[in-house]
Structures are given as C-alpha cells and as structure tokens.
C-alpha cells in the first residue's frame, strides 16, 4: 500500500463532499476550538471563585488536570482537522482539482455507468462500486464542467489501493 495513495484517500473524502464539509466544518469549527480552550474545562469557574474565597486545601495540584489536559488536545486536533476539511472543501468548491489531478495520473481505468449522481464500476479484483460524483464537487477530471448522460459507459481512474477514490475521465469515452 502506496503511503502518497493513502492520503490521497484521506483528502478525496472532503474534496468530493465539498459542500457538506463547508457547512459540517464551517459550524464546528468554532465550538470545537472553544472546547479546547483551557477555561472550558469542567469546574473551572468553581474552582477560581473556591481559590478567590480561600475555601480549597492546600494540594499543590487539583486532580482532574492530565485528563481534561488530554481532552483540549484531542479537541483542539480535531479543530485543526475540521480547518483543514474546510479548506479542501472550498477549493473543491471552487473547482481546484485538490486530489483529483493525483488519482488521473495513478489510477487505474476501467469502463463505468453513470446512474444521476451514482457512478458504478468493477475493479480489477472483480469488486463492484457504486459511488456518488457529487453536482456541487463532481469526480471529473480535466474537464470538470464535461457532461455524462446517464446509463452510457464512461471511463473511470480509480486508485488500485482505494477504489473509493476515483475520477470520471473526461477525455476519453468508451467506443
């Protein structure tokens, strides 16, 4: 397994949801860097007004901390990760052909039916896929804007590794 394949497969993921990752990422983003910050942790508050008030024991450090400590990390990666969602997907959005470009020249082509938003095609290995060409962020590539009746065989790249990552070959149609 191709390491550069794998990521490719990773970041094809919100390259072909481009619209749903705008939303999805734009909304959370927020919340999780809020939840990540050091004054959302649970108690906190109780805790200052407890020192202010002098009503805490004299332990040199409060239990609970390597806990929450481990839980801003985890959300603040997780806002990092939704960042970088968002980004990828208005660049989708905008027809930047994120991973697209990748998976044309490293796939491997074999002929597909395009069903509405529904792209079906057999690999190699003789296992079938049926896999959405979003209208906002279509798996197109050179020529995003080519148009596939439905029901008439295409031409797919697909990564041999990660079938889920493909494109529609716009350049070439099965004769």
Do not use: C
Request: proline share 7%; no cysteine.
């Amino acid at each position: 397994m191709n390491a550069l394949d794998t990521l490719m497969w990773l970041v094809n993921f919100p390259a072909a949801h481009g619209y749903a990752m705008v939303f999805i990422a734009g909304f959370s983003i927020l919340g999780l860097f809020a939840a990540s910050a050091k004054t959302a942790a649970p108690g906190g508050a109780l805790r200052s007004i407890r020192e202010r008030e002098g009503l805490l024991s004299g332990e040199g450090r409060p239990r609970g901390q390597v806990g929450s400590a481990v839980v801003r990390i985890v959300f603040r990666i997780l806002a990092f990760a939704m960042l970088g969602s968002l980004v990828i997907g208005i660049l989708s959005l905008t027809g930047v052909p994120v991973t697209r470009a990748y998976i044309y020249d490293n796939g491997r082509p074999t002929t597909a039916t395009v069903d509405g938003d529904w792209v079906t095609f057999t690999t190699a290995e003789g296992v079938e896929y049926t896999l959405e060409s979003n209208f906002f962020t279509p798996a197109v590539y050179p020529d995003r804007d080519a148009y596939f009746p439905g029901g008439e065989p295409v031409v797919v790249r697909y990564l041999p590794s990660h079938p889920q990552a493909f494109v529609i070959d716009s350049e070439q149609t099965p004769r």
